[in-house]
């Protein structure tokens, strides 16, 4: 069975960076479709961004522009580049790994922007 770990996650300010990582074990990552999604307290889960097993890439519309979603097939992982970061952006960020309907969720990392 697929374990999805992320991190990568912190406190930073408004207009600075992150990266999050999912590295994927148990699976043959390639095939998957991946994606980042993220949710805060109260609110629903929300997709963030979202990469497929052949690279087609898809973002949400408070992201665009500012969050890039990539993946290393041969390291097993999934990113997240965080520019430009805004406090509407905090919320626990998931990793997700689907195909078809099989799906899977890491445990989740926090990203907190405040200054």
């Known amino acids: 069975q697929v374990q999805l770990v992320e991190s990568g996650g912190g406190l930073v300010q408004p207009g600075g960076s992150l990266r999050l990582s999912c590295a994927a074990s148990g699976s043959i990552f390639s095939i998957y479709n991946m994606g980042w999604y993220r949710q805060a307290p109260g609110k629903q889960r929300e997709l963030v961004a979202r990469i497929t097993s052949v690279g087609s890439t898809n973002y949400a519309d408070s992201v665009k522009g500012r969050f890039t979603i990539s993946r290393d097939n041969a390291k097993n992982t999934v990113y997240l580049q965080m520019n430009n970061l805004k406090p509407e952006d905090t919320a626990v960020y998931y990793c997700?790994?689907?195909?078809?309907?099989?799906?899977?969720w890491g445990q989740g990392t926090q990203v907190t922007v405040s200054s």
């Open positions: 997700n790994m689907g195909l078809g309907s099989f799906s899977s």
